[in-house]
């Protein structure tokens, strides 16, 4: 009787405790990255004998809750509209790094700090990038919050310029000096009437003000290679060629002239206009001048035995073992990629985890049972009088 209140009582002690987990499952049905953890529970056996026993009967201790095992299976991918939320569509591992020690993330939303970090938000946890040897590191963006101008040193035009025409002008096309100075420019195509095949081009800038004048020549419609390249300088430090040498002809085509500047090199200085992960899951930051700088592919972990990593708080993980974890880049097949803009919820089995709440309360009511019936029953013991 003694044997069975106490089993009764680690029956109503590993229900609660499954009630406890089962609890902490619903609870963070909304919490990002959060991974569920499966109910279990396992008897106890103590083996050998005591004075009253059954022949082939065992001696059960009762129960007690099972190590819990995280459910790593993808949760849903919900869109967002930062570009450092951050979400591992595969089964890899987002790596943060605090102290000199490594964390774990399925996802997050993260922000730039003060020394210019990528950290997880809230906290002190920062991105990293895989290094030259392949191991993580942390990155920041203080030495790229601009981006450096780069003078105009190529005009390339492109297109047809009509044989039949006398006069062509293309205006604002933007160059730049090397401290990141620009001015619109303008180029004015003109012949004399009786001279098709040579053309005499005149640049002015946003002012008007002339800076050269020069003669363009074709053979038979097709550029003459003489005249393929010409030099224009301002008084401003801009000196420009203008590169006629590919797909520049001058047939006949009424007024229309097609001729463009197909590709202008140079820039100005740029601020920063996006910081976040591009499609193949390396860091980049834009500009406001069109360029892009890459900082590395953000790190990825992956685990032979997920089971190993141990749940914290705010969707973080750690991993103690020496072995057993390996990094890649998202282009590994192995861990999947990182989707920009997009935050990971929680993988809780909302109708699982309702019925798992039934088995506990029925576990824990049937338990209670057994502790009222063995305390009525040694209630009873203690009635017993002896008689003479």
Do not use: C
Not at 274 to 297: H, M
Not at 311 to 326: H, L, V
């Amino acid at each position: 009787m003694f044997g069975s209140f106490f089993i009764g009582l680690s029956g109503m002690n590993a229900y609660s405790n499954g009630l406890r987990q089962v609890s902490n499952n619903i609870t963070n049905l909304n919490s990002a990255g959060y991974r569920a953890s499966s109910l279990g529970f396992n008897d106890l056996y103590r083996g050998g004998s005591t004075s009253i026993s059954y022949s082939g009967l065992g001696n059960g201790d009762g129960v007690q809750l099972s190590g819990s095992r995280l459910d790593f299976t993808q949760g849903e991918l919900r869109q967002t509209q930062r570009d450092l939320d951050l979400a591992v569509e595969g089964n890899g591992f987002l790596v943060l790094e605090d102290g000199g020690q490594l964390y774990y993330a399925r996802t997050g939303s993260f922000e730039v700090d003060d020394s210019g970090y990528i950290v997880l938000s809230g906290t002190d946890y920062k991105l990293t990038v895989l290094n030259d040897q392949g191991q993580p590191e942390t990155v920041t963006i203080d030495a790229h919050r601009t981006s450096a101008p780069q003078a105009t040193t190529t005009i390339q035009f492109s297109d047809n310029l009509s044989s039949t025409a006398t006069e062509f002008s293309l205006s604002d096309i933007r160059v730049f000096n090397d401290s990141g100075a620009s001015d619109d420019w303008t180029v004015n195509f003109a012949r004399d009437a009786d001279t098709n095949d040579e053309w005499t081009v005149t640049v002015t800038n946003s002012a008007g003000e002339e800076i050269g004048s020069q003669t363009l020549r074709f053979n038979a419609g097709l550029i003459d290679p003489e005249t393929t390249e010409l030099q224009f300088s301002d008084s401003e430090g801009r000196s420009v060629n203008f590169d006629f040498s590919e797909n520049v002809t001058s047939f006949s085509s009424g007024e229309v002239s097609t001729l463009r500047a197909a590709d202008v090199d140079g820039f100005g200085v740029g601020e920063i206009t996006r910081i976040g992960v591009n499609e193949v899951g390396n860091f980049e930051i834009a500009y406001s001048n069109e360029q892009v700088t890459d900082l590395g592919a953000v790190t990825l972990a992956d685990f032979r035995n997920p089971q190993d990593l141990e749940q914290r708080g705010s969707g973080i993980f750690t991993y103690e073992n020496a072995s057993g974890r390996e990094f890649y880049s998202s282009e590994s097949d192995q861990v999947g990629g990182i989707l920009s803009g997009r935050i990971e919820a929680s993988n809780v089995d909302l109708s699982r985890e309702f019925g798992d709440l039934i088995l506990v309360q029925r576990g824990y009511q049937a338990s209670s049972q057994i502790v009222s019936v063995s305390n009525d029953m040694i209630q009873q013991l203690f009635g017993i009088r002896g008689q003479g």
